[in-house]
């Protein structure tokens, strides 16, 4: 079953205005008809063989890191990362610093109380101060343990393509739903019209609870594809056609919201972690 185009517009220009994720939930795996299209549409298909060897070799064959954060360093954070935050009556939460922390097992984004926001609870999110291009993207974290969270990591563009169309775009790399929903999409977003230009991507419902452990969440960039990765496996592709040409930055949050199903009224607990993030370059 796909997701009602008004909904994913709503939704979408809730990102334009807000710089938020995506909120609507998929139930099926479908890509959405193009809105105001001015480009040709994306073709999704299983990854081929080289795709899935590329994957490979560039965890076997010495990667060329161009970027790492461990979650080590209160430093290293402050210098890699700038600290997104919103108060949004349509969230369940609102996200703040007071949800983010370093600790042992890396970045901590918990659920808080907070009694400044309108929900009087708060999340987290962050976005790297620097944009790559082409490259393996990777987040290992532990999704949340419980319904109503989207789990996120996701680029987006910094400036317009090159076409002159005056778009941005959005990869989502996985949205994680509890307890075993990953969902990876392309936006082309247009700010100038207040809508997406295309959208598609991929529900890939998985074995076992994510929720139990860290996963390896991650995307193959190159000039013609985008391929969606699980835990160093490579599971679907969707061809760009050369039209996502510009550098993005990462992007890691938790959102409270119907989404992912009814969060509870009390979400404490309600907890993501990240180990580590990297791009390893081509």
Known sequence: MCLDIKQSLFSRRSFLKTGTSSLAYLAGTCGLTAYGQTMTPMAKRAPTAAERQTVHDLHANGAKVLFQDDFRSQTAFEKNWTIFTDDRPDLKACRTAKSL????????????????????????????????????????????HGAGVDNAFWLTSQG????????????????????????STLHRHNLHGGGDRYETGYNDQTKGTLAAGFHDYG??????????????????????????????????SMALGPFGGKPPDNPTGLNMRVQHVRVIGL
């Open 160 to 183: 317009d393509l090159k076409d002159g169309s005056g778009d941005s775009f959005e990869i989502d790399i996985a949205e994680v739903y509890y307890p075993a929903l990953v969902r």
């Open 219 to 252: 995307v193959l960039w190159t000039p013609t594809t985008l391929v969606f990765c699980l835990d160093g496996v490579a599971f679907q592709t969707i061809e760009t056609k050369g039209t996502i040409n510009v550098p993005a930055n990462l992007r890691l």
């Open 101 to 144: 922390s370093i600790t042992s097992e890396g970045l901590a984004i918990d659920t808080v109380k907070a009694d400044h926001c309108i929900a009087k609870w708060s999340t987290g999110e962050i976005i790297s101060k620097q944009a790559f291009q082409y490259g393996l993207y990777e987040a290992y974290l532990n999704i949340a």
